[in-house]
């Protein structure tokens, strides 16, 4: 039972569109992640959200740019899509980091820009 | 910094084989420590964790142990399935820190023959 929903699964995009990949929790987590997975399975991350109106970049430089005006929601838009963006995307969300509670994934976009 | 060093995969087993995936961590603090696991196409579901020294995390027949003073957390399971055929994450979080991230290792992928 997925309490972190993603959509869409699959996505097969041309150069220069414009995409929004979308991350909905139903668990009222503050915290939320999005990664980006490489070929070889590493996870960058590329935004996090400590709660509403506040959003900031990760590890990894990215092009893309994320959003968070309700809790339970934290898209992720690429303005210009290019084929260096083909990856896989993971969402995840957190009650406690601190405490040791962890994360919960969604189960990710695939993205592929051709 | 905190880091994560897991084992390079990847790697191969028969059915019923004894695993160990061997996961050591550097941090600063006192660290909760997670194993993840990611099936073909999915996103990262959290497969056990502990969150103090001595403390064992157990799930599905795996196991492991926070050892503070070899600073490790080896993944172990007695007897593999093919079903346990997956990518592993070690993954560590600060406790009662405002970083609220977890660290990942680089993931390690495990095949299992029948």
């Known amino acids: 039972e997925a309490d972190i929903y993603q959509t869409p699964r699959y996505l097969v995009i041309g150069t220069g569109k414009k995409i929004t990949l979308e991350c909905s929790q139903t668990?009222?987590?503050?915290?939320m992640y999005w990664y980006q997975q490489d070929p070889g399975m590493e996870l960058h991350l590329i935004h996090y959200?400590?709660?509403?109106?506040?959003?900031e970049k990760g590890d990894l430089s990215s092009e893309s740019t994320v959003s968070r005006i309700r809790t339970e929601h934290f898209p992720l838009t690429l303005e210009s899509a290019r084929p260096s963006h083909t990856s896989q995307y993971l969402c995840?969300?957190?009650?406690?980091?601190?405490?040791?509670?962890?994360?919960?994934f969604g189960s990710g976009t695939r993205l592929t820009v051709v | 910094g905190n880091s994560v060093t897991q084992m390079e995969g990847p790697v191969t087993l028969s059915e019923e084989a004894f695993l160990t995936i061997n996961c050591t961590y550097t941090?600063?603090?006192?660290?909760?420590l997670f194993w993840y696991v990611q099936y073909p196409g999915e996103g990262l579901q959290l497969l056990l964790k502990?969150?103090?020294?001595?403390d064992k995390g157990s799930n599905k027949g795996f196991e492991a142990t926070y050892r503070k003073e070899t600073t490790s957390f080896h993944l172990e399971k007695g007897s593999v399935q093919v079903s346990d055929s997956a990518v592993y994450f070690c993954?560590?979080?600060?406790?009662?820190?405002?970083?609220?991230?977890?660290?990942f290792g680089s993931g390690t992928r495990l095949s299992i023959r029948p």
């Open positions: 959200s400590y709660g509403v109106n506040s959003t």
């Open positions: 993954a560590l979080s600060e406790k009662y820190s405002s970083a609220s991230k977890i660290i």
């Open positions: 502990a969150t103090k020294a001595d």
């Open positions: 941090a600063t603090g006192y660290p909760s």
């Open positions: 995840a969300s957190s009650l406690d980091i601190g405490g040791g509670s962890g994360y919960t």
């Open positions: 668990m009222g987590h503050d915290k």
